[in-house]
């Protein structure tokens, strides 16, 4: 069976969300820094919600540690994490625009790399990466919106992952209290819930729903 054409997935999306929703997920920008748990799976929901303007963000490459827990399959060992990502987004979603960078974040180089993007999707494993990239956007990107998360690790239970309202411009998604560091570390489930409410959270800013 050959590929849909833009034009038929549209419509398809558009009959699932309404045409207005779906006009504005597929004009919205997003920016998914870091391609791991969290990422890969948020990723993966923006792409099947129809937002089609997506530029993903990380250096790392796929490890057998990885499979666990991440959107990448054991013939993706060893690639870039960019480019393994991308070819899965785009089986799924095939006239989606994806910008890769495979390339570390820092202080030195947000700036530029980021700032053509509407939504910011803080997506990071280490929490000294995390608070460096959500400190250099509310300081120096005020205009954006950002979505992070914080707190997945363990057995506890699901409910304890909350979408919270920070900012204006800042959502936060998780239980705010598990690290992987205490022991248990990251079980796919608790990731992929943390995942979704993080794209979700990214679906309702675009659709102009802001309050949680």
């Known amino acids: 069976m050959s590929i849909p054409s833009r034009e038929e997935m549209y419509a398809a999306l558009a009959e ?13 920008s997003v920016a998914v820094c870091g391609l791991g748990g969290l990422g890969s799976n948020i990723a ?12 993903i963000i990380d250096f790392d490459r796929v490890d057998i540690s990885n499979l666990n827990r991440q959107q990448y399959f054991p013939e993706q060992l060893g ?3 960019t480019e393994a990502l991308s ?10 625009e994806i ?11 947000m700036q530029d790399i980021l700032s053509d993007e509407d939504i910011i999707v803080e997506a990071f494993d280490k929490a000294d990466q995390k608070a460096m990239l959500v400190n ?11 979505v992070a998360g914080s707190g997945m690790a363990g057995l506890a239970p699901s409910n304890m992952i909350k979408t919270k309202r920070i900012t204006k411009r800042f959502y936060l998604c998780g239980d705010g209290v598990s690290d992987i560091a205490d022991g248990m570390g990251l079980v796919s489930s608790r990731v992929l819930i943390c995942a979704a409410h993080q794209a979700h959270a990214v ?9 949680i």
């Open 87 to 96: 070819d899965t987004l785009k089986r799924i979603a095939p006239y989606c």
């Open 203 to 211: 679906i309702r800013i675009i659709a102009g729903e802001y309050e």
């Open 99 to 109: 910008k890769k960078d495979d390339i570390k974040l820092s202080e030195e180089n």
């Open 136 to 146: 250099f956007v509310l300081e120096n990107m005020p205009e954006k919106y950002l």
């Open 16 to 28: 699932r969300h309404g045409a207005e929703l779906q006009a504005k997920l597929s004009r919205a």
């Open 79 to 81: 690639q870039p994490k």
């Open 44 to 55: 993966i929901a923006l792409a099947r919600a129809g937002v089609w303007k997506m530029h």
